[in-house]
């Protein structure tokens, strides 16, 4: 267990619930209406359900927990889900149909699975998103990392902002509920954390400016990251920068600026 010096020797199941959740924002500039419903076409399509699948499999075998059911679905006209009950442990091929890891991301129960199911699972949603009278879209996904036992879902911080074009990134991490020792003792949560910034490379860390709001007695944890440098060319859909005059550039940098701000603070900018 992440930040365990010694284990705790546990009286029954480790069911202390511990659910990362996270909303990640990508940000566009696409000028024409035509272009923000091309872009919109082109995130639906990058981040269909096929390939969310294969990301939260990834994150499944990340954080060291097996794939025991997935159910899908890409939605008109735009947005995907995905959901996928996990558990921890060892199950053999006579308990489960691995074939996500043969690219088909399709897992089916043979027999009865010995497994803790209330509460462990992977989801992801998308909610692109776009305005005719804005030139600047968004895409938004929000992924929920649910594990009860042994399992951290914090293992999987690295891989999920690296997954996705992320502007800016909110994190909530809490534990819940109470596990006990021999000799029945209540822990409300057996790991030690300070920041969920302590789990995330420093190098990703580089790249953005990152604030915490935490609530140690409750065991909630809270992060918000705002990416630090815009490269203009890459929040351009269809458009070389150098097609632009420099007043133009600058206008598109700020009103990009402008809406990562806005989403960050939780607070429109008048």
């Known amino acids: ?18 659910t990362l959740s996270f909303n990640i924002y990508d940000v566009c500039c696409a000028k024409s209406e035509r272009e923000q419903k091309d872009y919109i076409a082109y995130i639906d399509e990058q981040y269909n359900s096929e390939r969310l699948t294969k990301i939260l499999c990834d994150v499944t075998q990340t954080i060291g927990a097996h794939v025991l059911n997935i159910s899908k679905q890409d939605y008109d006209p735009q947005g995907a889900s995905v959901n996928i009950l996990i558990a921890e442990g060892n199950l053999s091929s006579e308990h489960i149909d691995e074939s ?47 594990t009860c036992g042994e399992i951290s879902p914090l293992n999987a911080l690295d891989y999920l902002i690296g997954s996705f074009e992320s502007d800016i990134i909110t994190i909530d991490y809490r534990v819940r509920g109470f596990t006990r020792d021999l000799e029945g003792k ?32 409750s065991n909630i944890f809270h992060t918000k990251m705002l990416i630090k440098e815009i490269e203009l060319q890459n929040y351009l859909f269809n458009l070389d920068v150098y097609e632009l005059p420099p007043k133009q550039r600058l ?20």
């Not at 267990?1 to 511990?18: A, D, H, R, S």
């Not at 399709?106 to 692109?128: E, M, Y």
């Not at 776009?130 to 649910?146: C, E």
């Not at 700020?254 to 989403?263: Q, Y």
């Open 100 to 146: 996500c890891n043969q690219g088909k991301y399709s897992v089916q129960l043979r027999n009865s699975v010995h497994a803790h199911l209330d509460k462990s699972h992977v989801t992801v949603h998308t909610f692109p998103e776009y305005h005719p009278d804005n030139s600047i879209s968004t895409f938004r996904v929000d992924i929920d990392v649910s």
């Open 251 to 270: 206008d598109i940098t700020s009103n990009l600026r402008k809406e990562m701000i806005e989403i960050f603070s939780g607070m429109n900018i008048y």
């Open 1 to 18: 267990m992440i930040g365990l010096e010694k284990k705790l020797t546990l009286y029954g199941f480790n069911n202390l619930t511990k």
């Open 186 to 217: 209540k822990y409300y949560i057996e790991h030690d954390i300070t920041s969920i910034q302590d789990y995330i490379d420093d190098t990703t860390l580089t790249r953005y400016d990152a604030i915490d709001v935490n609530v140690y007695q």
